[in-house]
């Protein structure tokens, strides 16, 4: 059993398909969404325990559990071509996110949201040297883990290969690259690759993009945050297409 913490979060969860095997709430809380989560509760027969605050601490894992902790099972990860087999469903092009190392759980999940709300298809992370679907991940992410399709793959640089032979453009975001995001053609079936909060891309993956797009910088820092960065590319092909 995983940990699902946080009022929307928790909401998210019940209205997709993991099944809820327990949901703690913190004695006297109150409130709409409090309200809302116990109806649901009630709808899917889920036991309820209140307990006290300290109680519920000490089962955090995000330190940010707003009153609300759900045990749930591991969400389903998906491949690749799962991701592109929705797109097709959908009948719309491919629109991918994938994340080189990306470490930092809040990065993580903040991309995870953008990309939802953004009308992503689907994420692909590395399962080594990334972060993985933990409680902080699926907090930050404000529950868009529910809805949009996660690939967890043993080697990007195989993966976007496998990717541009089923027709996706591969851009990688990078400081050094020639063209500016916005004026990079973006309306097609598209990869976006967001690199390492350190390091940016490695070599390889550089080298496996078919081109490199940056953000122009004005100020003495050298980058972004990688979410803000993803953010602001990811919303540039959602502008394109529109």
């Given at each position: 059993?995983?940990k699902?913490?946080g009022?929307?979060?928790v909401?998210e969860?019940?209205?997709g ?8 709430l ?7 969404k ?7 509760a ?7 325990d209140?307990?006290d605050?300290s109680?519920?601490?000490n089962l955090s894992?995000?330190d ?10 591991k ?8 991701i ?13 996110i994938?994340?080189?190392q990306i470490?930092?759980p809040?990065?993580?999940?903040a991309i995870?949201?953008t990309?939802?709300a953004a009308?992503?298809h689907g ?8 972060a ?17 399709m ?6 990007i ?11 996706l453009w ?12 916005f ?5 097609g ?5 967001i690199?390492?909060?350190g390091q ?6 550089t080298?496996?993009c078919d ?7 004005k ?8 979410s803000?960065?993803?953010g602001?590319?990811?919303y540039?092909v959602?502008?394109q297409?529109?």
């Amino acid at each position: 059993m995983v940990k699902v913490e946080g009022r929307n979060p928790v909401i998210e969860l019940m209205k997709g398909q993991r099944k809820v095997s327990k949901l703690f709430l913190q004695q006297g809380i109150k409130g709409d969404k409090i309200e809302l989560i116990q109806k649901k509760a009630r709808e899917k027969n889920i036991r309820i325990d209140w307990v006290d605050k300290s109680s519920l601490n000490n089962l955090s894992k995000t330190d940010s559990h707003q009153g609300v902790v759900a045990l749930t099972e591991k969400i389903e990860l998906y491949t690749p071509q799962d991701i592109l087999e929705e797109a097709k469903k959908k009948n719309e092009l491919p629109f991918v996110i994938i994340l080189d190392q990306i470490q930092d759980p809040h990065n993580f999940g903040a991309i995870i949201r953008t990309a939802y709300a953004a009308g992503a298809h689907g994420l692909i992370f590395p399962k080594d040297r990334s972060a993985g679907v933990t409680p902080v991940v699926e907090k930050t992410s404000a529950g868009a883990v529910e809805h949009i399709m996660l690939s967890r793959v043993s080697n990007i640089n195989y993966t976007i290969r496998d990717l541009k032979e089923a027709g996706l453009w591969i851009a990688g975001t990078d400081i050094n690259g020639k063209s500016l995001y916005f004026n990079q053609d973006l309306k097609g079936p598209i990869g976006i690759v967001i690199g390492n909060e350190g390091q940016g891309l490695r070599r390889l993956v550089t080298e496996n993009c078919d081109f490199l797009i940056k953000i122009p910088m004005k100020g003495k820092l050298a980058s972004l945050n990688a979410s803000v960065a993803s953010g602001i590319v990811i919303y540039e092909v959602l502008r394109q297409r529109r």
